[in-house]
């Protein structure tokens, strides 16, 4: 279609250059095709601003051929394939370590170890005088305030990770290693001959280790999220010296005078 206009632009151009005898020709029989390229001289102006005006449909091919292999693939309405994980809750993963004070060590240690089975959790070392306990982590803070409340604390540790990127990465990296794995069980099926078949199968085994590791992953991450992770250290605290009760005298020489003698010596004592 776009070769009509070019041709009848060339076309007056010749018509042009033949000079006024061409003209008078044209003037004569001729008018209906002077008129016509009168006509056609209008369309080339309406194709040519259609032209200018429209919009280039080599900018997204550009943009895509420019894009960076790393990037998440689009889907067909635009959006990316990278998880939102502003939707989701936020995990974390709580621990923490303290340093308390306290008159009996092996009391405080049973005390805790009594404590972590009573809210639901377990021990998961000891030593003769330090614990580290795993609890729920909806009974974290109350464990804290518990410990606290055993002696003098004199250190004190507490640690949030946020791994919620990485699960979720996880949960998505495992979903696209299964897919492939079953593709890959497929191609096995309909291997041709047995250097096909072992090179599927060496792809299926390192696939199928991938898999487990990130499996091993998510199982650990979801265990640091559920049970905290405290540590504690006992020190001995030194008892306080009791102060015995001081009268004051009224007069200073009275101080300095020793009733038990004098009552000894008067009443034979």
């Not at 000891?126 to 795993?134: A, D």
């Not at 946020?162 to 290693?177: C, G, K, P």
């Not at 291997?191 to 991938?210: D, P, S, W, Y």
């Amino acid at each position: 279609m776009k070769k009509v206009p070019t041709l009848l632009f060339v076309a007056g151009i010749w018509l042009w250059g033949c000079g006024p005898g061409m003209a008078e020709m044209s003037s004569g029989g001729d008018a209906g095709y002077a008129g016509g390229a009168e006509v056609a001289s209008a369309d080339d102006e309406a194709y040519y601003s259609r032209v200018a005006t429209a919009e280039p449909m080599q900018v997204a091919v550009t943009q895509t051929a420019n894009a960076d292999p790393s990037d998440p693939e689009p889907t067909p309405d635009g959006s990316s394939t990278e998880p939102d994980t502003s939707r989701f809750q936020r995990l974390i993963v709580y621990s923490a370590s303290m340093r308390v004070a306290v008159l009996e060590i092996e009391t405080a240690l049973e005390t805790v170890q009594q404590q972590t089975e009573t809210v639901g959790g377990w021990m998961q070392a000891s030593s003769s005088n330090s614990i580290t306990v795993r609890i729920p982590a909806d009974r974290f803070r109350e464990f804290l305030e518990f410990i606290r409340g055993l002696g003098r604390v004199d250190a004190e540790n507490i640690v949030g990770t946020d791994v919620t990127d990485e699960f979720y990465d996880l949960e998505i990296r495992l979903q696209n290693a299964i897919d492939l794995r079953d593709r890959y069980a497929a191609l096995l099926e309909q291997a041709k001959n047995v250097q096909e078949a072992l090179a599927i199968e060496q792809e299926l085994g390192r696939i199928t280790g991938e898999i487990e590791r990130m499996k091993g992953r998510m199982r650990l991450l979801k265990d640091q999220i559920a049970f905290s992770r405290i540590t504690i250290t006992f020190d001995t605290k030194a008892e306080q010296p009791t102060r015995k009760n001081h009268i004051s005298l009224p007069f200073p020489w009275l101080r300095t005078y020793n009733l038990q003698t004098t009552y000894a010596g008067k009443y034979g004592y």
